[in-house]
């Protein structure tokens, strides 16, 4: 199973930017899809970006194209750039990798959006 390490998460003021980043336990090449879901309190789960190693790249409707998914290869690592963030993009972020019909989970990191 992959081992995925989050980082990056915090306070911010609404309009401002955070830049999430996902260590991989192992080459992220070999990885079919890597996503950015979140989930705020009471709500479901819900994917915000994915990342095929196919280069394909998905964002859910409300990112409206303020997020930017990336790979950095040689690092193993997946980045989630968000900008001109909202009150309601409070939540915690998780990074999930799909290999091989096998999902694996990071521990998830804290985004406040507050004034």
């Known amino acids: 199973q992959v081992q995925l390490v989050e980082s990056g998460g915090g306070l911010v003021q609404p309009g401002g930017s955070l830049r999430l980043s996902c260590r991989a336990s192992?080459?992220?090449?070999?990885?079919?899809?890597v996503s950015w879901y979140r989930q705020a309190p009471g709500q479901q789960r819900e994917m915000v970006a994915q990342?095929?190693?196919?280069?394909?790249?998905n964002y859910a409707p409300f990112v409206g194209g303020r997020f930017t998914i990336s790979r950095e290869n040689t690092q193993n690592t997946v980045y989630l750039q968000m900008n001109a963030l909202k009150p309601e993009d409070t939540a915690v972020y998780y990074c999930?990798?799909?290999?091989?019909?096998?999902?694996?989970w990071g521990q998830g990191t804290q985004v406040t959006v507050s004034s």
């Open positions: 192992e080459s992220i090449a070999s990885i079919s899809t």
């Open positions: 999930n990798a799909l290999k091989m019909d096998r999902h694996s």
């Open positions: 990342s095929t190693n196919g280069g394909s790249k």
